[in-house]
């Protein structure tokens, strides 16, 4: 059923920004979560970013809040994360993933059943 392919990640300077793309192959009907995590080498992976299908609702962390933006556009199927101001703690691979929300908003991690193949973004000091 849904598919999401996660596209734009590449090598940038501190300081830099970057827009990362999630490109799904369906139309959304349901009330779902659409977001962005990451995870560097040694690390968890951490949910920085997520918008609700049924009312535009964004959530940030506070790792990023202030410097990256998520956003969608329907008629392409595809939502966008517009990251600036980019430090080198914010070097990782990025995935896209989704969650039907019928609990809690934002959703928890193990509530997203839907994940993209994630694209790595490099930051360079």
């Known amino acids: 059923e849904l598919q999401l392919v996660e596209s734009g990640g590449g090598l940038v300077q501190a300081g830099g920004s970057l827009r990362l793309s999630c490109a799904a192959s369906?139309?959304?009907?349901?009330?779902?979560?659409l977001g962005w995590f990451r995870q560097a080498p040694g690390k968890e992976r951490e949910g920085i970013s997520c918008?609700?299908?049924?009312?535009?609702?964004?959530y940030y962390s506070d790792s990023v809040k202030g410097r990256f933006t998520i956003s969608s556009d329907t008629a392409k199927n595809t939502m966008y994360l517009q990251m600036n101001s980019l430090k080198p703690e914010d070097a990782a691979v990025y995935y896209c993933?989704?969650?039907?929300?019928?609990?809690?908003?934002?959703?928890?991690?193990?509530?997203?059943?839907?994940w993209g193949q994630g694209t790595q973004v490099t930051i360079s000091a």
């Open positions: 993933a989704a969650a039907l929300v019928w609990s809690r908003w934002p959703p928890r991690e193990y509530e997203y059943d839907r």
């Open positions: 369906a139309f959304i009907f349901d009330d779902y979560a």
């Open positions: 918008m609700r299908s049924s009312d535009g609702s964004t």
